[in-house]
């Protein structure tokens, strides 16, 4: 009558849109009005919003703008209060903004039906997006990424997190937005730095999934530092797209041990934090993809000249491939460190996604250490030293 | 070049086996062994267990157990901390556990390819369960339930969460657990009153969902207050069989406003907090199954036999059908309160499970007051005092 176990099996089906517009608080804008329109029930709904105080900064009309743009829809109303917040790493480096917006959700009674919004940058909507997960077990959670990096990447995906004791994303969930309103009119007031920073992850995926694109990157560097802003929203389309269809295709929330989308990203976390977050994540992912191109070029599964575009590229693109700190030598160089961070996050088996060629990427589970360290002498040298 | 929009769409697998057994820490016993070894590889893992403090009370050498059947095992090490923590509903009216078990994962170097088991109550593996799932995005989570309640229903299912200033679950995840192990020797050292109230969610699940096996409760009312072991057994086996079938049937993670298995639960959460937790979630759930019966009768779903019949059941179970702090009149009754809140809980709109039938339940969208008070007056008065 009672059988030894039973075996409970299901899946759950998610479904988010991903928009693509400009200036999405304009009256004369519908994307949002529809999008609400087509959710709405016979129930007034609620949001709240919470904006990075970057962007307050430099689009001094913005919330102005929102209160006005939600006072013209039916059926949603805004909660009394518009949070704005600190933009930037420290949005995520303790519990304070998550614990803020925990607080909100239940002095404006935003339930599971109702839409917690972030507005910003990829830290401020890591810890937005992690706060609306856990209340009331899963909020609707709309994101609007302000920046190249968070509108390409972070901003579109499935994950939140926070960071624990320095520990990048340590606490965090797989949780999909509800929506993502990605518009352009927010690349406009970025700083040269953080404008060129987010491109570094359309090289990324270009480089494992989609040779075309890195050919396009290729031929639009010009216009792409220079600021050109058709060439970046196609950036921006482009890479989302490949994002995207890489989270759909195959483990969304990452019960194996294989992470495409973190080529270059190894080396670049423990970048990231022995900078104290100076070096921003797109500089640092640069860098990593640079390293890991000529590792690649080391261990003779890439060709010199294949690797040398990739590191030309990133230079042509205004972004670094070397940093001081990865000036040192011995057993506790900085990667090596790192490395070991690495396998021991990964519960002791490395999984790193390597090249093979221009958009075709390759996994490994074992890093030569020595070679690691050539790979960083070769770009320290303008990519002219070699084993 | 540019498309206004992508639909972003993909499904993620769940799957995870209950196990039933005696005993399991028993070296004899192969259950766990055998588990840890269909799922070991090349790497160690790693195991935090954390253990509810009324287990260890009453299974003296629990510990000592564990960790000698863990030092049987190949493939896997404990963590040499066996976290012991307060059990009952104080582990999740705040923070503090859920902060302790998050830096043990950090202390420990827990992966998301290692373990955190949590054994207990409902509300310990509700607490272990939300640090799991935020750690690392969600580490492998084993349960090992040791109350009727937590084996026959929220231990087997797929939520977690603490409370936030009084409000129960407030805060956590849907986060299916890696495996359940469900030991029935645990049952043997609980309380008459907890073995009893854990009764009150099988009626449940008996009377939403499967006529058969109702009738099967009430012919072994009598053995299951007598503390037959055997019965107790398949009490709770068939409880979480109905229990997994209903999760894995539709919406998992209830992303509309259905919730067919919290039958009873609305005004059982009120008189929960009314009462500061004196009153045990079982207990409650009798209560309000016995209320919702009582409205369903009065409003003409369900037959005066059918309706009298589970109150006498639920009596003959040992289970109260009523509680003090319903003795109240006019406008501010505690259950046009708690309906208030629960209205306010879903956004704005009820939606109550009724009973047109025992095994045969029905959705409602309002409630009318006074019948929902002539409910309680019928319980108060023996089932003889009629609208």
């Given at each position: 009558?009672?059988?030894?176990?039973?075996?409970?099996?299901?899946?759950?089906?998610?479904?988010?849109?991903?928009?693509?517009?400009?200036a999405l608080f304009s009256i004369?804008n519908?994307?949002l009005?529809?999008?609400?329109?087509?959710?709405?029930?016979?129930?007034?709904?609620?949001a709240l919003v919470v904006v990075?105080?970057?962007v307050v900064?430099?689009h001094v009309n913005l919330l102005q703008e929102i209160r006005a743009y939600f006072e013209s829809l039916?059926?949603i109303?805004l909660a009394d209060e518009l949070m704005v917040?600190?933009?930037?790493?420290?949005?995520?480096?303790?519990?304070?903004?998550?614990?803020?917006?925990?607080?909100?959700?239940?002095?404006?009674?935003?339930?599971?039906?109702?839409y917690?919004i972030g507005i910003?940058?990829?830290?401020?909507?890591?810890?937005?997006?992690?706060?609306?997960?856990?209340?009331?077990?899963?909020?609707?959670?709309i994101?609007i990424?302000?920046?190249?990096?968070?509108?390409?990447?972070?901003?579109?995906?499935?994950?939140?997190?926070?960071?624990?004791?320095?520990?990048?994303?340590?606490?965090?969930?797989?949780?999909?937005?509800?929506?993502?309103f990605?518009d352009?009119?927010?690349?406009?007031?970025?700083?040269?730095?953080?404008?060129?920073?987010?491109?570094?992850?359309?090289?990324?995926?270009?480089?494992?999934?989609?040779?075309?694109?890195?050919?396009?990157?290729?031929?639009?560097?010009?216009?792409?530092?220079?600021?050109?802003?058709?060439?970046?929203?196609?950036?921006?389309?482009?890479?989302?797209?490949?994002?995207?269809?890489?989270?759909?295709?195959?483990?969304?929330?990452?019960?194996?041990?294989?992470?495409?989308?973190?080529?270059?990203?190894?080396?670049?976390?423990?970048?990231?934090?022995?900078?104290?977050?100076?070096?921003?994540?797109?500089?640092?992912?640069?860098?990593?993809?640079?390293?890991?191109?000529?590792?690649?070029?080391?261990?003779?599964?890439?060709?010199?000249?294949?690797?040398?575009?990739?590191?030309?590229?990133?230079?042509?693109?205004?972004?670094?491939?070397?940093?001081?700190?990865?000036?040192?030598?011995?057993?506790?160089?900085?990667?090596?460190?790192?490395?070991?961070?690495?396998?021991?996050?990964?519960?002791?088996?490395?999984?790193?996604?390597?090249?093979?060629?221009?958009?075709?990427?390759?996994?490994?589970?074992?890093?030569?250490?020595?070679?690691?360290?050539?790979?960083?002498?070769?770009?320290?040298?303008?990519?002219?030293?070699?084993?």
């Amino acid at each position: 009558m009672i059988k030894e176990s039973i075996n409970q099996s299901f899946t759950v089906a998610y479904r988010y849109q991903v928009h693509f517009t400009k200036a999405l608080f304009s009256i004369a804008n519908p994307v949002l009005a529809r999008f609400f329109a087509s959710h709405a029930t016979d129930i007034m709904a609620k949001a709240l919003v919470v904006v990075d105080d970057g962007v307050v900064e430099h689009h001094v009309n913005l919330l102005q703008e929102i209160r006005a743009y939600f006072e013209s829809l039916q059926g949603i109303v805004l909660a009394d209060e518009l949070m704005v917040v600190n933009g930037g790493e420290q949005a995520k480096n303790d519990h304070t903004l998550v614990d803020r917006i925990i607080d909100a959700v239940d002095r404006h009674g935003i339930d599971r039906h109702s839409y917690v919004i972030g507005i910003g940058g990829g830290a401020v909507l890591d810890a937005v997006g992690y706060a609306a997960a856990i209340s009331h077990r899963g909020i609707r959670h709309i994101r609007i990424p302000t920046t190249v990096l968070s509108q390409n990447d972070s901003g579109i995906g499935v994950k939140n997190g926070i960071n624990y004791l320095g520990k990048k994303n340590f606490i965090g969930t797989f949780s999909p937005p509800f929506a993502v309103f990605n518009d352009f009119s927010f690349l406009q007031s970025l700083s040269d730095r953080a404008w060129r920073s987010g491109i570094s992850e359309a090289v990324k995926v270009a480089l494992i999934k989609d040779a075309v694109f890195f050919e396009w990157i290729a031929e639009h560097a010009g216009a792409l530092t220079n600021r050109d802003a058709d060439a970046m929203e196609y950036l921006v389309y482009r890479c989302a797209e490949l994002h995207l269809q890489h989270i759909a295709g195959a483990d969304p929330f990452e019960f194996g041990s294989s992470r495409p989308l973190d080529f270059g990203h190894w080396s670049a976390h423990k970048l990231e934090q022995l900078s104290g977050f100076e070096v921003m994540h797109g500089e640092a992912v640069a860098i990593g993809i640079a390293l890991d191109s000529s590792y690649s070029y080391l261990m003779g599964y890439l060709t010199h000249a294949d690797a040398q575009r990739i590191v030309q590229l990133l230079q042509a693109l205004g972004l670094p491939v070397f940093h001081p700190l990865l000036d040192a030598e011995g057993t506790d160089h900085p990667l090596l460190i790192g490395l070991d961070e690495f396998r021991e996050h990964l519960g002791g088996r490395l999984t790193i996604m390597l090249l093979q060629g221009i958009g075709k990427g390759m996994e490994v589970h074992t890093m030569d250490a020595s070679r690691v360290l050539a790979a960083a002498s070769m770009l320290q040298n303008d990519f002219e030293v070699q084993l």
